[in-house]
């Protein structure tokens, strides 16, 4: 009998392969996602904050209208994720991951057109649909079905691409913007979504290991083996579970903090730095996130990740509360690179404790719904910040919620176990 190797159903790798044909394919999978993230969640998160501080300074928008469109965007992309997460699950993470690119280059150009505060808004409906579409669930799908014993650190590497794309991207589009303004710069963005997301998801991503005669990490699949996926969650019994409505409670705290100040990070800096300063500071933030990532994706496979993601949340809480008392450059930039440590580190725990607890079976369709729960909480921070702001003397006030917040959600993580349909305990 033919080995499984070569059974007419294994299918060839891509040729790229043949570069290092000694590599597991999976890190080629996990460098695909590095340059994707960089792209579509540089735009899609890090972006925010760049649009509104250049929509009120070319447009003279208030911060509160600005806000409230943000809060549209990150509701909606948590509204698109459930039915992404069902699309993952039974057609692969290619699929929404090309309609996302295209969508996001068409949501790009229409940014950079528009001179009515009302078209913002619908303008982020296509650009949140389009990065729930091409960002974390069909991503984290992929890692968790490559990776096994490695999948934190393989996650983490995939995802720094975010943070590279937030350094890179936030003082290149905020450049662009003062000296060319929002049109040209929105175009340019669009044409790196297309040249990068579309060729690299078509010759390079690959749905899991299996289909290619592999098993995660890299191991030989033998004949008879298949790989454990876990057990079958509806989306409907996921969310019955007390550890659905405790993670949801959590994470959703959590992104109140993570967008309210994401959003408003770089006019916050503005209060009190020069132009060119205030867009450094901005960089601080990615710079930490690479930092926080790497460094968790090396510990998160071998510790509780429930200790792990209460770190995370009080270390950003404190970081809040750093913000919220400064005044000047040096204390500033220190509490933006520790926020920045947890930032992205926290997207990568939300993923890695789904899978853990609820497995891959119905992981897209979990992490969908999970997805929008937690988005009403991001879509809350930037309004909340904005208004808080706006009506009790700026941003110290604001930022002073968040660090509440952020205590809150580091208590609740902890009380999280394992739900009863899995087995043993966590």
Known sequence: MPAASESPAIRPLPLIHRLRPDLFYGWYVVTAGFALSFVTVGIGFYGQTVFLDGLIREYGWSKASVSG????????????????????????????????????????????????????????????????????????????????????????????????????????????????????????????????????????IREAPTAHGLRPDGDAIAEDDTTPVGLSWSGREAMRTRSFLLLALSFGSILICQTGLAVHHLHLLRDHLDTSAAAFGAATIPVGSIIGRLLVGRVADRIDKRKVTAALFATQAMSLGGLALASHATPLLIASVVFGLTIGAVFMMQSLLVAELFGLASFGTVLGLLNFVTSVGGGIGPLLVGIVAERFGGYPAAISVLFAIGLWSAILILFVRRPQKAMGPL
């Open 69 to 204: 469109a943000s809060t549209v965007y990150f509701i909606t992309t948590g509204m698109v994720g459930i039915g992404v997460g069902r699309i993952v699950d039974r057609f692969g993470a290619r699929p929404p991951i090309l309609a996302g690119a295209v969508a996001m280059a068409a949501a790009l150009l229409w940014l950079g057109s528009i001179d009515e505060p009302y078209q913002l808004y619908l303008v982020y409906l296509l650009l949140a649909a389009s990065f729930s579409m091409s960002s974390a669930i069909p991503m984290s799908s992929l890692m968790n079905k490559w990776f096994v014993r490695g999948r934190a650190r393989a996650m983490s590497f995939s995802q720094t691409g975010v943070s590279v794309g937030g350094l890179i991207l936030v003082p290149l589009a905020t450049t662009l913007i003062a000296d060319e303004g929002m049109g040209v710069a929105t175009q340019l963005l669009a044409a790196l979504v297309l040249i990068v997301v579309i060729p690299l998801t078509i010759w390079v």
